[in-house]
């Protein structure tokens, strides 16, 4: 539900600011949301027990001197109609959108061993040829005995372990015999 409600303030959001200072909203957007990471900063900031006026200027200052006055309204707009905890939520959403926008996507490798920089880069070209976008990479340690690759924003996972591997080829050669 909440994603709906934010898919909603972004597309007003985008109207309201215009195409050209879209990229540079979503980047003030996502440092106040990032506030929103820190659980105490999150309570003081959703609590109906401190006034909307003392979460409005917090949020506000967050902004910084120089944000663009129609996303000080937006913020405003947030705070009449109580939906400061939204930012989170709909600083993702304006991100995803500008991603579409740009046919550019960001994804995760999970792996035990860190990948070569070569066959990164061959994944990604590999990755953009097939879903007709660019793909950008980055990896992450994990514990899996294998590769994962995941790329939330266009559902795509894909995963490769030895044990899986391993019990594909045992099958395959009992049927054979």
């Known amino acids: 539900m909440e994603n709906l409600v934010a898919k909603r303030y972004v597309k007003?959001?985008?109207?309201?600011?215009?195409?050209?200072?879209?990229?540079?909203?979503?980047d003030t957007?996502?440092?106040?949301?990032?506030?929103?990471?820190?659980?105490?900063l999150r309570e003081i900031l959703t609590s109906p027990e401190v006034s909307k006026a003392k979460r409005e200027a917090f949020i506000l200052s967050l902004l910084g001197k120089k944000a663009d006055p129609?996303?000080?309204n937006f913020v405003k707009t947030l705070g009449i109609h109580n939906r400061f905890g939204l930012i989170p939520?709909?600083?993702a959403q304006l991100k995803k959108e500008l991603q579409r926008r740009a046919n550019r996507y960001e994804g995760v490798v999970e792996s035990k061993k860190n990948l070569d920089k070569k066959l990164l880069t061959e994944l990604e070209k590999s990755l953009s040829k097939y879903v007709d976008a660019t793909i950008v990479l980055k990896q992450v340690k994990?514990?899996?005995?294998?590769?994962?690759?995941?790329?939330?924003d266009l559902g795509l996972e894909a995963s490769f372990s030895k044990e899986r591997v391993a019990s594909e080829m045992i099958d395959h050669i009992l049927k054979a015999l």
């Not at 994990?142 to 939330?152: F, L, P």
């Open 89 to 91: 939520d709909i600083a």
């Open 142 to 152: 994990s514990d899996r005995d294998g590769i994962k690759v995941a790329i939330d």
């Open 12 to 26: 007003a959001l985008i109207e309201a600011v215009g195409e050209k200072k879209v990229k540079e909203v979503s």
């Open 70 to 72: 129609k996303l000080v």
């Open 29 to 40: 957007l996502s440092k106040v949301a990032e506030a929103f990471e820190d659980p105490k």
